[in-house]
């Protein structure tokens, strides 16, 4: 994929809306680790039980001097939703334009069934305090992920 984000790589600059009516801009974490987590949709089985496995941690994250941020298409309003309905503790971003799924790289192709479309790419970056990349987790599984990702945020 040509113009790929890689990890050394400065991450791209963003500014989203998110859940609680405040907004999100990759300059206002300068300092701290930002873990950018991008899943496909609200309220469906791997993305509800991807952000229950990082609220479940968040504390952990935040010690470690991290935020969490989850990034989707989906509107505020159903991120508001999604995050009641579910207790969640992770901030979640609206990027309905999709200008920061293309700057990441994480609008793509899918296929189900034999049907393509474009869909966002399940994937996790490790963003450090000078807004550097330090790591990427593409085509994400689930199942002990944000264990993983909190390992490389005490590690970083």
Do not use: N
């Not at 509800?48 to 941690?57: M, P």
């Not at 935040?62 to 503790?89: P, T």
């Amino acid at each position: 994929m040509p113009g790929e984000l890689k990890e050394g790589a400065k991450a791209p600059p963003f500014k989203l809306p998110t859940d609680d009516g405040g907004e999100i801009a990759l300059k206002d974490c300068a300092g701290k680790k930002l873990v950018l987590y991008f899943y496909p949709k609200d309220d469906t089985s791997g993305c509800t039980k991807e952000a229950l496995d990082f609220s479940e941690r968040i504390k952990a994250f935040e010690k470690a001097g991290a935020i969490v941020v989850g990034v989707s298409k989906d509107s505020v309003a159903r991120h508001e939703k999604f995050k009641e309905k579910h207790g969640l503790k992770v901030a979640l971003a609206s990027d309905e334009s999709g200008r920061m799924l293309d700057a990441y790289g994480v609008w793509v192709e899918k296929s189900m069934y034999g049907r393509k479309y474009m869909g966002i790419e399940r994937a996790t970056f490790l963003i450090d305090g000078k807004g550097v990349i330090r790591r990427i987790w593409r085509k994400v599984k689930v199942p002990g992920h944000a264990e993983e990702v909190l390992e490389a945020v005490k590690a970083l």
